[in-house]
């Protein structure tokens, strides 16, 4: 469809608008009906279209499923559907659950059996969310996380791994088959490639496991070792059999630290508590490698911060960091936290203007 075509679309669509009674994000509305009638111009395949409009449709019940909730701090466990409820495994699970949710955390699943289910008996009903896919071997959702309030089922892998990871705000991953390896790795080609904001990650293991730490192995000998990744990519998770210490991974990673924005080469941290002299001058001596120019500095809020009115009653911290240096980054969010002058427990009231993949 050509640019010219598109114009001509305008006041049909808006009248369409209109008609439907859509006041707000008319622009977005109306590339999205734009984009469905370019697939009519484009005469493209009857698969194409299957695929496109039960994906909008399955996202459309997703975002309407995480809109009520869309205040409260998640986190999402994956892993082995296979586990079974005599497993260490599934212990942790639900203990890790549990608290979270003792504290004000919602937990996110994929709605089966094994790892899933015992996050979702930990969590409780009303503080988890399922979302399923639909597999022609596999049984039906498990009932904890039927309820149609807070459980979603979707056809595509694609469309359940965005929601599984959008509304997030922590991940703990278990082992499991390929499955839990495939969202493992997205998980880090997110983070690595900049395509998610930071979040913290563990990979929880039973007591005395080897199935991450074979995994890092892998990851440090084969692909570190290999030049096809940064020798400290892995810097950004932690690996632990320890579920108290995955539950103080993922708090203690939003004690002081709230958010991050870009502004061309400068990284802005926004804090939750302003450090004092003395820390910022440790940070800078123990992160002098993450910077690429210049030091860590106390900032006001940039005017493209401003502009967007963009959470300016918080503290802010600049640097111009080696872009590459994502795991230093995530080592300096946690020393945030341990700062003396931090927060000695992260709020429960986490509200994230967007912490789902970049636009």
């Known amino acids: 469809m050509t640019n010219d075509s598109a114009d001509s679309l305008t006041e049909p669509l808006n009248q369409l608008l209109d008609e439907a009674g859509i006041s707000s994000q008319r622009t977005l509305i109306r590339r ?25 449709e399955e996202m459309r019940a997703a975002f309407r499923l995480f809109a009520p909730y869309r205040g409260i701090p998640k986190v999402t466990i994956f892993g082995s559907a296979r586990t079974q409820s005599h497993d260490p495994l599934w212990r942790s699970a639900e203990s890790v659950a549990r608290e979270l949710a003792s504290q004000g955390w919602m937990v996110v699943t994929g709605a089966g059996p094994g790892i899933m289910e015992a996050a979702a008996t930990g969590a409780g009903p009303e503080r988890s969310l399922g979302i399923s896919i639909r597999l022609p ?20 892998f694609f469309t359940r791994k965005l929601m599984l990871m959008k509304e997030s705000r922590g991940f703990v991953c278990l082992p499991g088959g390929f499955g839990t390896m495939d969202e493992t790795f997205e998980l880090l080609t997110l983070q690595q490639t900049g395509k998610m904001e930071p979040q913290p990650i563990v990979l929880l293991d039973r007591p005395g496991g080897t199935y991450w730490r074979g995994f890092a192995r892998f990851v440090t000998e084969e692909l570190a070792g290999s ?14 059999d320890s579920p108290e210490a ?51 500095e106390r900032s006001e809020p940039l005017a493209s911060e401003v502009a967007d009115d963009d959470v300016l009653h918080l503290p802010r911290l600049v640097l111009t960091p080696r872009r590459r240096a994502v795991g230093d980054l995530y080592r300096l969010i946690r020393a945030l936290g341990e700062l003396g002058s931090a927060p000695k427990t992260a709020p429960n009231g986490l509200e994230p203007a967007d912490r789902g993949e970049a636009a």
Not at 32 to 40: D, F, K, N, P, Y
Not at 227 to 240: K, P
């Open 32 to 56: 999205i009906l734009s984009a469905g009638i370019g697939l009519g111009h484009d005469d493209a395949e009857r698969l194409d279209l299957k695929i496109t409009a039960a994906a909008v």
């Open 137 to 156: 071997f596999e049984e039906s959702p498990l009932d904890a996380a039927s309820d149609a309030d807070h459980h979603v089922a979707m056809k595509y």
């Open 227 to 240: 030049g096809l990744i940064a020798v400290n990519d892995l810097d950004r998770v932690l690996i632990t």
């Open 246 to 296: 995955a539950i103080a991974e993922v708090t203690g990673f939003w004690r002081n630290y709230d958010s991050l924005r870009w502004q061309h080469d400068q990284l802005v941290l926004r804090l939750r508590a302003e450090p004092t002299d003395a820390e910022l001058a440790d940070l800078n001596e123990r992160f002098s490698g993450l910077c690429e120019a210049g030091a860590i």
